[in-house]
């Protein structure tokens, strides 16, 4: 017991000295900054522009590589970058390229006014979009590379630290830019301030390897007559998908279903909160502040709650209320609409909204992550994690017509209704996941018994732990902060 405190100051100072921390906090933030230029920001010059609200509705498609990066990430890992890769590295020369892309999509879309060049906008916007989605495979690369699972949970946690001081960037930073000195500087800032990620790839170790060399290491395997492991359709793809429907039977589908509408409510009605902004009467300044800098730690503070609401009531309670107020704070949004422009009124809506929302992002999160199983997590929360946001993002595109045919009080009522079927789904099928957490650690419990502990492979998984740091379990995934989708 005497020795306890001394590996963890141990620990705790190797955390302080590796230097995967910082710039991991720096590639974070690269990875964030890029979102809210192509979703909310953009959503907000658009509106300020006054662009057709249902043009702006229509643009929320050209986020849609976000959703669909599961495509091409596979090629991230199987191509490299001619002429970077042997220099690099594979995972630090496709970052530098895709940061380069970023900011050379945000310039093309700083020199674009959406009066005169509306599709030139466009394509910079839906550029952007992809650059940055195949930026955020290559950093999570990297990231689940450099380290052991015992450093997973340090990283995960400073990359998402930096991911929110990118947002805030993007955000409050961009919007405060626009309304001091306009909207080319403001794009122009973002641009540059991709160096900050640009420079983090080029001091960042190359933990991987080339092409040419990871077939050598194979070569090198298959001649000492060890088991090559051999990627396979079926075996990456078709076989979590036939474990979960073996597992959980013929619920998988009211499972799924519930998945793609629980935060259908919050994607349908974020397209349309910076163009009611806009129409209440708000300056950017004002939405920066507010929405874009106050609301991020509102939503943090949420995140912290929905947590705390797991622990303390479990994940069913949890998963019930987050599902209800999820939805219902979207009423927020119809109460702002009928009065004037006064922060007090914004603070209270993005305060209801962001809170609520983290609240029920949290709750999903941990419902999607009980779902899966030992050796098939990764796809089978890809799969879930896709088809959460995929809906919502599909029919979000349409809310600029039901905004201009019945208005903004009618459109974000309308949008808390679509909570009430998932209420009534969460009832059935809301216990599916401590339901099927029980019995994984049922069976860990038993092959615990007869695996040997002592093989490395079984004890510390696919990634040997960093020499000098303790094992510890990764942190559930952060929370949902609100940007406008």
């Known amino acids: 017991m005497a020795e306890s405190p001394v590996r963890n100051r141990r620990s705790l100072r ?47 498609y050209l986020a849609l590589p976000y959703t669909l990066k599961f495509f091409w990430a596979p090629l991230i890992d199987r191509f490299d970058v001619p002429g970077l890769t042997r220099r690099l590295g594979r995972r630090r020369a496709w970052m530098v390229t895709t940061q380069g892309a970023v900011a050379a999509a945000l310039s093309l879309m700083a020199f674009a006014d959406p009066s005169t060049s509306l599709g030139l906008l466009g394509l910079g916007a839906f550029l952007l979009a992809f650059c940055a989605a195949t930026q955020d495979v290559v950093i999570d690369g990297w990231r689940i590379d450099a380290a052991g699972t015992d450093l997973q949970g340090v990283l995960a946690a400073t990359s998402n630290l930096g991911y929110r001081f990118g947002l805030m960037m993007a955000g409050a930073g961009a919007l405060f830019i626009a309304d001091a000195y306009g909207w080319r500087a403001a794009y122009l800032c973002m641009a540059a301030c991709m160096l900050v990620g640009f420079l983090a790839a080029l001091l960042a170790p190359a933990f991987d390897t080339t092409g040419d060399t990871a ?22 793809v078709l076989e979590p998908l036939t474990e979960l429907h073996r597992r959980l039977g013929p619920g998988l589908w009211a499972i799924l279903v519930l998945v793609a509408f629980y935060r259908m409510p919050d994607f349908i009605s974020g397209v349309m909160a910076s163009p009611l902004y806009r129409e209440v009467g708000f300056t950017l300044t004002e939405v920066g502040a507010v929405s874009k800098f106050y609301g991020i730690w509102v939503g943090i503070a949420g995140g912290f709650a929905g947590g705390w609401a797991m622990q303390r009531f479990g994940l069913f309670p949890t998963l019930l209320v987050g599902a209800f107020l999820g939805a219902a704070s979207n009423l927020a949004f119809s109460w702002l609409s009928f009065g004037g ?55 979000a595109g349409t809310s600029g017509y039901v905004v201009a045919a019945y208005g903004y009080p009618v459109f974000f009522a309308f949008t808390a209704s679509v909570g009430i079927p998932v209420l009534v789904l969460c009832l059935f099928v809301g216990r599916a996941g401590e339901r099927s957490a029980a019995r994984a650690a049922a069976e860990a419990e038993g092959a615990n018994a007869v695996v040997d502990s002592t093989d490395p492979e079984v004890s510390r998984g696919n990634h040997p732990a960093t020499p000098g740091l303790p094992l510890s379990g990764a942190p559930a995934p952060g929370h949902r902060v609100r940007s406008p989708t």
């Open 215 to 236: 077939r050598a290491a194979a070569a090198t395997e298959v001649a000492a007559v060890r088991p090559v492991k051999v990627w396979t359709f079926r075996g990456a």
């Open 14 to 60: 190797a955390w302080v000295e590796d230097r995967r921390i910082p710039l991991m906090l720096a590639l974070g933030f690269s990875s964030g900054l890029p979102l809210l230029l192509v979703l909310g920001t953009f959503s907000t010059r658009l509106a300020y522009s006054d662009v057709d609200i249902k043009t702006v509705g229509l643009f929320s």
């Open 341 to 395: 422009p006064e922060v007090w009124r914004l603070a209270a809506a993005i305060s209801i909204d962001n809170f609520c929302g983290s609240f029920a992002g949290m709750a999903l999160i941990a419902y999607m992550s009980s779902l899966t199983a030992p050796g098939f997590a990764a796809t089978q929360y890809a799969l879930f994690s896709s088809l959460y946001a995929l809906p919502g993002k599909l029919v």
